[in-house]
Every structure is written in C-alpha cells, then in structure tokens.
C-alpha cells in the first residue's frame, strides 16, 4: 500500500510542482541579495506572514551555449552516457553524483544523488534547501523525480523539477528554468528553491554566493565541446513515411495466430505470407507509430519499453517515434532485415510500387499541448502482451492520425 501511495503521489506531485511553478514566475519584486558580476546573482523573496517561507532565485547566463545543448544538459538522461552514471565535478571543493534508478519517459526519471565531497559550510546551507527532506543524511544517495518541461512555461524555454520521492519529510521541488538569449547563442540559468524561513538569513549569504559560483561553473564545464562530444545522444528520432495505401503491417506466427484464435479471421484479402511470416495491417484508428515501431524493435531484441511517443514532456506526431540509441543500434540489421520483409508484403498485399519506410535522425515534430506524468511503475515492464493486444488495447496508443504520412 505504502509503495503503491508513494508512486501516486509522486506522479500528482510533479503536476503540482509545474503548477507552483507558474505562480514563482508571476513574481516580481525579487530583492537582489547578491551579485558576483558573471559568476551570478541571487535574489529572495519573503512573505512575512503571509508565507512561512523565503524564496530564493540564483541568476546566471550560459554564455556561449546554445539553447540545444543546454535543453541536452538540462535531460536526465544526459548523464547516463556509456556507463549509466557520470560524475559531476562542481568546483574543486564539490562533487556530486547522480545515479539512475528508472527512466519512466524521455526527459522524466528517477535518480538518486549522492554528495561525494562538500564543504562543510555549504552543506550546513544545503540541508536547509526544501528540496532535500530536514531529516536527510547526507552521506546516504536522496532519491528524487528528475523531470524536464520543453517549452515551458512558453517557447523558448525549458524547466526542470528535481522532487524527493521519499514520503516523509518536506518535499518541495528545486528548479531550474533555462531562456534563451542572444538569439539563441547563450541562455539565461535561473534556480529556484523555497527555504523554511519567513525572512531571508543573512547568515546564509557566503555559501549561497559559493554555491551560485559553483553551479555556473559545472554547468559550463558540462557545456564545453569536450564533455560534450564524449556523450552519446541518448535518444533518437525514427519517422514513419510512403503509408498511402493504409498502415505498415504485423508480422505474425501461424502459431502466435492459433494461440489468439486469430486463424479464422486471417485470409487471402487482408493478409499476405513472407519470409515465413503472416503479415497483417496494423490497427488504423488510432495508429501510433511509436507502438507499432516498439512491437518490430521487441520482436527481434526481446527488450520491450524502449520506444515512446513523448519527448521532454511533449507528445510527438503519431508518425514519428522516439527511441533509445542504444537498442536502436542492437536492433540494426536484424530490424532492418524485417522491415524489408514488411515492404515487400505491403506491395504483395496492395499492389503498386510503394511501401512503408522509416527514417532515422529527424528532428522530433510536437503536438499541441502536454503530457500527463506517470506514475513510477514498481518495476521495468519485463513483458509485452501479444501483438494484436498491444494494438488494440495499448494504453500508449494515445493520438490519432487525420492520415498517413
């Protein structure tokens, strides 16, 4: 039950926090506490009684890094690179790792961060920061929801929440809001973190300004060509293209169609055989490339949950996919071997020269409007249901063509 309620709240909380989100923004009389020229700026704002809280914002610009790559940065998935884990060095004095519990969608997981070295005045000041629960042990890995937001909260930009996922204690969320500027050549850095106290403690001015420096710091470091060009992209953009004569088609066993009692239902005029295979076209209301693409990827690699139709908290066109690099690169030659296989049933079954094909690299296309958040699953899904329940009754099929492209 505890599990069960911890997943719940998480998803209605990172909800919730976007929510807070909009109301810190719509702030404006910020009181500028201190100025380290480049390396930054911090502001507060207190409510007195009206809030029992300060808010404070750190305030720097990225020079030099595009909006891109920062909105790659910003991902958590960014550091997963070759190893799934990748150290952080913030400055001499700081160092933090972040380890990946689960990926639940593109640009959302869960992490747990883990303080390997910190001075022990900032981490005096850090244990107060609201992201962090007050009973927090510091030298134990905190485990959070680490989500992105693209295009929020307007074009432009992009916000990130990191929310503790642990039930007790205080679980107000950190932020961090990127904008761009100088036509895209730099971006404007901006943390946000809510502390329990009504007024601003001057007390706390030399570690914020250390922290701020330090927070700028890693984030250029992160941004330099070098780190940079040692990551790998972790995800990648498949499209879908040439369907004018109706979906791409399944393969299936004639044992899997006997297991479904399917085998009546199949015959000359809306099937064809291949390469040992019965192909069959896919469900055309409500087509969704994603999950068609995540049936062909499961088929040949056994690893199902690798492919989405979302990307930093938007939904992509129904003919294009998002897939992890990784086992878009296992799947390879045996994916494209299948493919091959379904175009040349496509033309027996419907006639004509033309036939389904794919692309990969593309940059993604978005729907209007965001995602709802997922709850975090007790486990990775470690199976998939038979093809024709995937896409009939798949809760990932959530958009509807108008056509095929």
């Known amino acids: 039950f505890a599990a069960g309620l911890q997943r719940r709240m998480s998803s209605a909380d990172i909800g919730r926090a976007f929510h807070r989100l909009d109301h810190i923004l719509a702030i404006d009389d910020w009181s500028l506490v201190i100025d380290n020229g480049p390396d930054g700026q911090v502001w507060h704002q207190s409510a007195g009684s009206q809030r029992p809280t300060t808010l404070v914002r750190l305030r720097f610009v990225a020079e030099g890094v595009p909006f891109g790559r920062m909105l790659e940065i910003l991902r958590p998935e960014f550091e997963l690179g070759n190893n799934r884990r990748k150290l952080l060095p913030a400055s001499a004095s700081l160092s933090i790792e972040k380890q990946f519990v689960q990926v639940l969608q593109p640009g959302d997981a869960v992490v747990e961060l883990s303080v390997l070295h910190f001075p022990e005045a900032l981490l005096r000041s850090m244990k107060t920061v609201a992201m962090m629960s007050s009973a927090v042990d510091f030298s134990q890995a905190v485990k959070a929801r680490n989500t992105v937001r693209r295009d929020y909260p307007r074009a432009g930009q992009a916000s990130m929440v990191y ?234 099929v959530r958009t509807r063509a108008a056509e095929y492209p």
């Not at 950190?174 to 895209?184: A, I, K, T």
């Not at 420096?213 to 953009?237: C, H, Q, W």
């Open 163 to 396: 929310m503790p996922t642990e039930l007790s204690g205080q679980r107000s969320p950190y932020y961090v809001v990127m904008s761009s500027v100088e036509d895209g050549a730099s971006c404007l850095v901006e943390h946000f973190m809510e502390t329990p106290w009504p007024e601003f403690p001057e007390w706390w001015i030399p570690s914020l300004s250390e922290y701020v420096s330090s927070t700028r710091n890693t984030l250029m470091k992160t941004a330099s060509p070098e780190v940079i060009g040692s990551v790998i992209d972790f995800y990648g953009i498949v499209s879908l293209r040439s369907c004018s004569r109706g979906p791409p088609l399944l393969p299936f066993t004639k044992e899997s169609l006997a297991a479904m009692g399917l085998s009546l239902a199949v015959n000359s005029s809306d099937s064809v055989e291949v390469q040992g295979f019965t192909w069959i076209p896919a469900q055309r209301d409500g087509f969704c490339f994603a999950t068609y693409l995540e049936f062909l990827v499961a088929f040949v690699i056994k690893v199902p949950g690798t492919v989405y139709d979302t990307l930093d908290g938007r939904r992509i066109v129904p003919y294009q996919a998002v897939i992890s690099v990784v086992h878009w690169e296992l799947a390879g030659d045996r994916f494209r071997a299948l493919f091959r296989a379904q175009q040349a049933a496509y033309r027996r079954l419907h006639g004509g020269r033309h036939a389904p094909k794919v692309y990969f690299g593309k940059s993604p296309s978005f729907l209007e409007g965001a995602v709802e958040y997922p709850e975090i699953p007790e486990e990775r899904i470690t199976q998939r249901n038979t093809f024709v329940e995937l896409v009939e009754g798949s809760p990932k």
